[in-house]
């Protein structure tokens, strides 16, 4: 499955998406963004920040992973969004959605499409 596929996939599981998008290891946006008709709730270089915040997070992590197990996702639960990561080889899947997304099912729909991107 190739990125845009994977992204598109994605986006068509749930109404309360906002961001969907592929992140590379260095922090950039590689593929995906905002939803069309949802509107960004920061600034573009708030967003690169984030991301790169997000890189820097996720090579973190993998600190454990020999201990602990790979990551499979990470969540957030904001005032105003989701955020959610989901490491993919050298890629970060990133997910943002309203607060009403059903969080505690949606991820492990998002892990199954990855098993198959993954293939």
Do not use: C
């Not at 020999?66 to 904001?78: H, I, T």
């Not at 989701?82 to 899947?93: A, D, G, R, T, Y």
Request: hydrophobic share 40%; charged share 30%; aromatic share 8%.
């Amino acid at each position: 499955m190739e990125k845009e596929a994977l992204i598109e996939s994605v986006k068509k599981l749930n109404s309360s998406l906002r961001f969907v998008g592929l992140i590379n290891s260095k922090g950039h946006l590689e593929a995906g963004g905002m939803i069309d008709g949802k509107s960004t709730l920061e600034d573009s270089k708030k967003d690169e920040m984030l991301y790169m915040e997000l890189a820097l997070r996720v090579r973190m992590r993998q600190e454990f992973d020999q201990e602990l197990g790979p990551v499979k996702f990470a969540m957030s639960y904001r005032d105003k969004v989701i955020v959610m990561s989901f490491p993919i080889n050298k890629e970060i899947l990133l997910i943002s959605a309203e607060t009403s997304l059903d969080f505690s099912k949606f991820p492990f729909e998002i892990l199954k499409i990855l098993e198959q991107y993954r293939k």
